[in-house]
């Protein structure tokens, strides 16, 4: 029962080794470095373009808080002059 055992684990572990061999050699081959080229390069590209669109939000954001600042000191000042008029009035 032990000897049947040790025959699989043996058997087991050979495959492994065989298989993982096998895979080295096709991770390193020259195919599998064109595909690894190829699929970097896209990805760089996609980089790109969401640094692009990060780069148009920030931009639009920095719009919009500008103009809500604005609208809030002219708000500001709409109130300050409401409150002179309210006071020379009373």
């Known amino acids: 029962m032990d000897c049947e055992k040790l025959c699989k684990n043996l058997a087991?572990?050979?495959?492994?080794?065989?298989?993982?061999?096998?895979?080295?050699?096709?991770?390193?081959?020259r195919d599998a470095k064109k595909a690894y080229t190829h699929a970097t390069a896209a990805a760089l590209r996609?980089?790109?373009?969401?640094?692009?669109?990060?780069?148009?939000?920030?931009?639009?954001?920095?719009?919009?808080?500008?103009?809500?600042?604005d609208l809030n000191a002219q708000r500001e000042e709409q109130e300050a002059g409401d409150a002179v008029g309210q006071a020379e009035e009373g």
């Open 46 to 69: 996609m980089k790109e373009s969401v640094m692009e669109t990060v780069t148009t939000v920030q931009e639009n954001a920095a719009d919009i808080l500008a103009s809500a600042k």
């Open 12 to 29: 087991v572990f050979a495959g492994g080794v065989l298989f993982g061999s096998a895979g080295l050699k096709l991770l390193s081959s």
